[in-house]
């Protein structure tokens, strides 16, 4: 028998996620409350025990895309503030008043159903996102449907170039604080909100009320590049371990459509994890994963639930860890580079981690 290991490990670190949550809400000022986005089971890090960390580091809002996370963080017990993000339709926005979580408005005939239902509404200005959201002069009219109600507490905006910090993100910004400024003195308790993680590090005039972070506070950086630059800590560690080693002859293959063939006597180990648990299967014969401190490829084809890797010389017996994002003796893969490789961001590599990884949590427990 193999030592005791799960099959598909992610091990997240409590303590880290506290850390970049203190990184992150250290610098604003007393008026600026910390938002924790932990849409999409926690960006793949499990919603509820994010939550609580954040919470313990001093976060006072949740933030979810949709009415399920909601509902789901509420029938844990969290009894904060939470926004929902996304678009609702009407059978949703009945759920989300009776959540109690604050909803997102941008059209007039969701206002007048909202305030038929009593929600608490943060109205949706596009400052140059193109996507959801209204012009100032609709935001304008809204805010004031809203506030007439007594249904109005948030204004937001969402920026599309935090990441580069390039004039758009100026021009973004200084839309957002006209905006702001006009209807704050019309509305003195308005929640003006428009940073995600990479504006909250970059720009302290983009904090406002509030900041919504998301990739930071999993320890991964914004911009794609090594999160030790901004003293972030990544959270997630990916794992499983060699179910198999065996010895490839040249000329022998391995796996689905021989793509792979060796053309030397190969070493190669098994490991039961495959693109249905979220190592994508563009990685075939590209990745990489750490055993026992030691790079090793990828090599044939990622199966949904086993791939295999080349073994250097006395290299990985049976049972050994196999990481494919963290540390391993002076090795480490970050989400980033594997991100890098498959010409995506971060936030897709971890959102990908498949429904039946196991989560673990390490660090020490929440005080909720
Ligand atoms: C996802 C999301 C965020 C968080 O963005 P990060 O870049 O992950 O920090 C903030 N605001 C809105 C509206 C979002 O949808």
């Not at 090599?299 to 639930?305: A, F, H, L, P, Q």
């Not at 890797?309 to 250097?312: A, D, H, I, K, N």
């Given at each position: 028998m193999l030592p005791g290991?799960?099959?598909?490990?992610?091990t997240v670190d409590l303590d880290a996620i506290r850390h970049n949550v203190n990184r992150l809400a250290a610098p604003l000022p007393a008026g600026c409350a910390y938002?924790?986005?932990?849409?999409?089971?926690?960006?793949?890090?499990?919603?509820?025990?994010?939550?609580?960390?954040?919470?313990?580091?001093?976060?006072?809002?949740?933030?979810?895309?949709?009415?399920?996370?909601?509902?789901?963080?509420?029938?844990?017990?969290?009894?904060?503030?939470?926004?929902?993000?996304?678009?609702?339709t009407g059978e949703e926005l009945r759920r989300a008043a009776k959540a109690g979580a604050d909803v997102v408005v941008w059209s007039r005939p969701f206002l007048t159903e909202a305030l038929r239902q009593g929600a608490r509404l943060h109205?949706?200005?596009?400052?140059g996102m193109g996507r959801l959201g209204v012009d100032e002069a609709t935001a304008e009219k809204l805010a004031a449907g809203a506030?007439?109600?007594?249904?109005?507490?948030?204004?937001?905006?969402?920026?599309?170039?935090?990441?580069?910090?390039?004039?758009?993100?100026?021009?973004q910004l200084s839309r957002f604080l006209a905006l702001a400024e006009k209807l704050k003195a019309r509305y003195p308790w308005l929640i003006a909100h428009t940073a995600n993680s990479a504006a909250t590090l970059r720009e302290p005039r983009a904090w406002h009320d509030l900041v919504r972070c998301g990739i930071a506070m999993y320890g991964l950086s914004p911009a794609n590049h090594d999160p030790d630059t901004d003293d972030l800590r990544p959270a997630l560690?990916?794992?499983?371990?060699?179910?198999?080693?065996?010895?490839?002859?040249?000329?022998?293959?391995?796996?689905?459509?021989?793509?792979?063939?060796?053309?030397?006597?190969?070493?190669?180990?098994?490991?039961?994890i495959g693109y249905a648990d979220g190592i994508a299967r563009a990685l075939s014969n590209r990745g990489e994963v750490l055993v026992s401190g030691r790079r090793c490829r990828i090599?044939?084809?990622?199966?949904?639930?086993q791939l295999t890797?080349?073994?250097?010389a006395g290299v990985g017996r049976p049972g050994d860890a196999v990481t494919f994002i963290g540390r391993s003796g002076k090795e480490r893969i970050l989400a980033e580079d594997v991100a890098r490789l498959l010409g995506t961001i971060n936030h897709e590599?971890?959102?990908?981690?498949?429904?039946?990884?196991?989560?673990?949590?390490?660090?020490s427990p929440s005080a909720t």
């Open positions: 290991r799960e099959r598909a490990l992610a938002c924790a986005v932990v849409k999409a089971n926690g960006y793949g890090h499990g919603a509820a025990a994010v939550a609580k960390a954040a919470l313990d580091a001093g976060a006072r809002w949740l933030g979810v895309a949709t009415v399920r996370e909601a509902e789901e963080l509420r029938d844990l017990g969290f009894a904060q503030p939470m926004l929902i993000f996304g678009p609702l109205v949706k200005f596009d400052s506030a007439g109600s007594g249904g109005l507490v948030g204004l937001m905006s969402h920026f599309a170039t935090a990441d580069q910090g390039d004039e758009f993100f100026a021009y560690r990916l794992s499983s371990y060699l179910a198999g080693v065996r010895d490839v002859a040249p000329g022998g293959s391995v796996g689905y459509g021989r793509t792979f063939i060796a053309d030397c006597p190969t070493r190669v180990g098994i490991v039961p090599r044939g084809t990622i199966s949904m639930d890797v080349e073994l250097p590599v971890v959102c990908d981690i498949g429904s039946r990884v196991v989560r673990a949590y390490i660090g």
